[in-house]
């Protein structure tokens, strides 16, 4: 499959007005393949959510790159990555926010194709009533306001207008988080029968694990900044090698009591980003810690992998 996205040493540190900063994200790298899902996990405060913002150059990184189809994204000024744009869109968390309660769906929906000059007037009515149809929405519901719809419907109004400039890319912000577990089911299947019929790739970010395990090809897994480990998801779910993905894993509930679980649990808070610890920025909540991962901070080593590599970042390996 050819590279679609190409991450590299990406990185954001936020200025604070007494001095020092805050390190959401720092160095991470990795690439995505056409027509892939690449799930984003960790904890709140991990930077997963920046990292969204930044590769879609919502925020602009301190340093690294951001390659789409081989363009380097962080040297565009903002006049040339606005046609970009068209290849990139976004479905955030909150489907209540992210919709202008004074206009009607249909004028939601149409505004990427006004913004970008695409069709006629009429042209773009009959795309509008198409793509929520797509997204199972009847085409009178244009003429409606967000309010009337439910939390559900909003998020399909939302798929609706991130498809509108046919995209090839997705990053989906915690696209259920905000919505009844039954409800979830069934945008996540939206999501995925998307992805096969328009040939889409996501990067899916969430904390929960069990929703990421169900859409993605590959998960990265992310620690106060860093990706700690990466790999095809079967088999990170099958044998995670990172601690801290161990506990993440076995914090999944398990509907069979009498199925055997690992009971890996971490210590303590997340450390704080304006002064990650040195070393493995795990090692103080990590069971496994030695010397050497409070003075060395580890690189990414290969365990394995049979489609992709397997990648962690831990001195036990």
């Known amino acids: 499959m050819s590279t679609l996205l190409e991450v590299t040493e990406l990185a954001k540190a936020f200025p604070l007005k007494g001095g020092g900063a805050i390190h959401a994200v720092n160095g991470v790298s990795f690439q995505q393949a056409a027509g892939e899902t690449i799930g984003i996990v960790g904890e709140s405060g991990c930077g997963k959510s920046t990292l969204g ?61 006004a913004i ?71 945008i996540l299947n939206l999501m995925m029968a998307l992805k096969r019929d328009r040939g889409l790739s996501y990067l899916f970010i969430s904390h929960n694990l069990a929703v990421v395990k169900y859409v993605s090809d590959r998960l990265a897994v992310m620690y106060l900044g860093r990706v700690v480990e990466m790999g095809p998801a079967e088999e990170i779910y099958a044998d995670p090698r990172h601690p801290y993905t161990r506990a993440l894993i076995a914090a999944i509930p398990e509907p069979d009591p009498d199925r055997p679980r690992d ?55």
């Open 116 to 186: 970008h000059g695409i069709g006629t007037r009429a042209e773009r009515a009959r795309a509008v009533a198409e793509l929520l149809e797509t997204c199972g929405l009847p085409a009178e519901a244009a003429a409606r306001h967000p309010h009337e719809f439910s939390g559900g419907q909003r998020q399909r109004v939302c798929i609706a207008r991130a498809l509108a400039l046919s995209p090839e890319l997705i990053v989906a912000d915690e696209p259920v988080s905000a919505l009844d577990v039954s409800i979830q089911s069934q």
């Open 263 to 317: 009971h890996a649990v971490v210590q303590g808070d997340l450390s704080s980003p304006e002064n990650p610890p040195p070393g493995c920025r795990f090692h103080p909540r990590c069971p496994h810690a030695t010397e050497r991962c409070r003075v060395e901070a580890p690189r990414p080593v290969a365990v394995g992998g049979r489609d992709r590599a397997h990648f962690v970042e831990c001195h036990l390996y």
């Open 53 to 113: 913002r930044l590769i879609l150059q919502l925020i602009r990184p301190t340093a690294g790159s951001v390659r789409f189809r081989g363009k380097d994204l962080t040297l565009l000024p903002e006049t040339a990555l606005r046609p970009m744009r068209r290849h990139l869109q976004m479905i955030f968390q909150d489907p209540y926010a992210a919709l202008d309660p004074r206009m009607r769906v249909g004028a939601l929906v149409e505004e990427p194709l």
